[in-house]
């Protein structure tokens, strides 16, 4: 299963983020301690921020109950994370618009964001290999280093002529 390694709750919405987002398709993301007086209002503020891993292109962001594919990362975004809760979310796929501290995501709607909801980053994994089967075979220790990353990933050990067969579920 994919490793979740950034998670958040929403604890407030600027009074601008829907005017915001609908004219720029972007959300700007605080940790509501650290947000400046004049950002609050096109601010989306959560607590509790931990980021356990480095954000990159092809893992997902979950917001609200929808997913998208991290499509490009600014150099500063893992650090403004960590330093200030701050990220900046940008629904399109225009790698020439990329801000040093923002992300790019699918361009996909914006969904309504509430009050609780969850903002997730998840590592990419097991989705790319659902229904794959693989055969893994020569030496030993290599064999077994692949398969246990493959199982890692959700994969199962099956019966098979090879020397380990391995099928994601």
């Known amino acids: ?18 005017k915001f987002t609908s004219l720029v398709k972007m959300l700007v993301i605080f940790d509501d301690s650290m947000v400046l007086p004049e950002l609050r209002d096109f601010s989306v503020l959560h607590s509790g921020n931990k980021l356990t891993d480095i954000i990159k292109p092809g893992d997902t962001l979950q917001i609200a109950g929808s997913e998208f594919k991290i499509l490009s990362v600014g150099n500063e975004v893992n650090n403004n994370i960590k330093s200030l809760g701050h990220i900046v979310i940008k629904f399109n796929d225009d790698k020439d618009d ?20 969850e903002i997730a980053i998840v590592e990419a994994g097991s989705e790319a ?6 055969a ?29 067969v391995v099928k994601v579920k």
Do not use: W
């Not at 923002?102 to 909801?117: L, T």
């Not at 290999?129 to 693989?134: A, E, M, P, Q």
């Open 129 to 134: 290999l659902i229904g794959k089967t693989f």
């Open 98 to 117: 990329l801000l040093e501290g923002s992300i790019h995501v699918e361009d996909k709607p914006i969904p309504k964001i509430r009050i609780g909801d």
């Open 136 to 164: 893994v075979s020569g030496e030993a220790a290599l064999c077994e280093a692949v398969t246990q990353i493959l199982k890692d990933n959700g994969a199962t050990l099956v019966n098979g002529d090879a020397d380990i």
């Open 1 to 18: 299963m994919a490793k979740k390694y950034y998670s958040t709750k929403i604890v407030g919405i600027g009074g601008e983020v829907s």
